[in-house]
């Protein structure tokens, strides 16, 4: 027993012996403990970088420890690849290139105000190069007037956006209908141009007003005229409404269509008529025939409509080869001037198909 002790010790000492004989190069490295990686830095302080948003305590591995993107420009920040790049400026419609006036006071006097949805689509229909500009409130744009920018947009039409206070410097009192257009004067046509435009062998019809000067009574006649297929209305230059905004409100588009001849003599207009063989035929209260017993067929015609307070004047009554008068309750004494005018255009529409 003896023995064996003492070999188990020699043997003991000799491993002991042999591993304290090995060069340090070949030794095993030892372990290192959880959180031996850290290294200490002067102060007693780690080198532990903690990860944004991680409370402070066992940091992680060197290898393992977030890095910031060099892309990041602060925190929070999407890479510069992945930024949404600015949109294009928006494609405003042209501006306006003359000097906008400020107030209706500043308008030449060869320009015009026409307002309201309906007779600035007929005039960018038709007219679009008589638009100087049209005039809109910034940031009260509805679907009807946003149609009309687009459609102005397509035709090069200048287009200014006014803030309300302009705006309401520059439109006509009434309903605008946040539109209106900036035009040069509307251009009449002389009685010989309604002649060779409309020849006599075409079978025209024409309205001639005596004295109507209320502008919405002028509108909604050109309106009935155009609706029944008149070619033209005849007015005087004197004791008659002109052409305005008001009157291409009131006739919504129409004027765009129906042409308006300006006169400086009625009487003399109408025997002018005469000669190219045209049938006379004015409106009065009593004596006339009924609207429906006219001949309205037989070759051109001439309606004649008088005025708001006198109706037709005698020196043009007796250049009127017929009369005609449409029935109305006793009670009531007469008819507007344009349910007038329309009441008879209808008449000479049915019966002239």
């Not at 070949?26 to 990860?51: F, I, T, W």
């Not at 309606?303 to 037709?312: N, T």
Request: hydrophobic share 40%; glycine share 8%; charged share 25%.
């Amino acid at each position: 027993m003896r023995n064996n002790n003492n070999n188990k010790q020699r043997n003991t000492a000799g491993k002991n012996s042999r591993r304290e004989a090995l060069p340090e190069d070949k030794k095993r490295p030892a372990l290192p403990r959880h959180g031996d990686e850290r290294k200490a830095l002067p102060g007693g302080r780690r080198n532990s970088q903690a990860l944004p948003g991680r409370k402070s305590g066992a940091a992680l591995p060197e290898h393992k420890i977030a890095r910031a993107l060099p892309d990041h420009k602060a925190p929070g920040a999407l890479p510069a690849h992945k930024t949404p790049r600015a949109l294009p400026p928006r494609d405003e419609p042209k501006a306006l290139e003359a000097a906008t006036p400020k107030s209706k006071k500043d308008l030449a006097g060869d320009q015009e105000i026409i307002f309201g949805i309906h007779a600035v689509e007929e005039l960018l229909e038709t007219k679009p190069k008589q638009i100087r500009a049209l005039h809109v409130i910034a940031g009260s744009v509805g679907y009807a007037v946003g149609r009309l920018l687009a459609r102005a947009k397509e035709l090069g039409v200048s287009v200014r956006m006014d803030s309300k206070e302009a705006f309401k410097a520059l439109a006509p009192q009434g309903n605008h209908q946040g539109i209106f257009a900036i035009v040069d004067s509307i251009e009449y046509l002389s009685l010989d141009e309604v002649l060779e435009r409309f020849p006599a062998d075409k079978k025209p019809l024409l309205v001639i007003l005596d004295g109507i000067e209320d502008g919405h009574n002028l509108g909604a006649i050109i309106r009935s005229a155009h609706a029944f297929g008149a070619s033209a209305v005849v007015t005087a230059e004197r004791r008659s409404a002109a052409v305005s905004g008001f009157v291409a409100k009131a006739a919504a588009g129409a004027l765009a269509h129906c042409p308006v001849a300006r006169v400086g003599n009625l009487a003399q207009a109408m025997d002018r008529l005469i000669e190219e063989n045209y049938t006379l035929v004015a409106t009065t209260v009593e004596g006339g025939r009924l609207p429906w017993e006219i001949p309205w067929d037989i070759g051109p015609i001439a309606l004649v409509i008088g005025g708001e307070h006198a109706g037709v004047r005698p020196i043009i009554k007796k250049r009127c080869h017929q009369l005609m008068t449409i029935p109305i309750a006793e009670t009531q004494e007469s008819l507007n001037a344009s349910v007038a005018a329309a009441i008879a255009l209808y008449e000479a529409a049915k019966a002239r198909k």
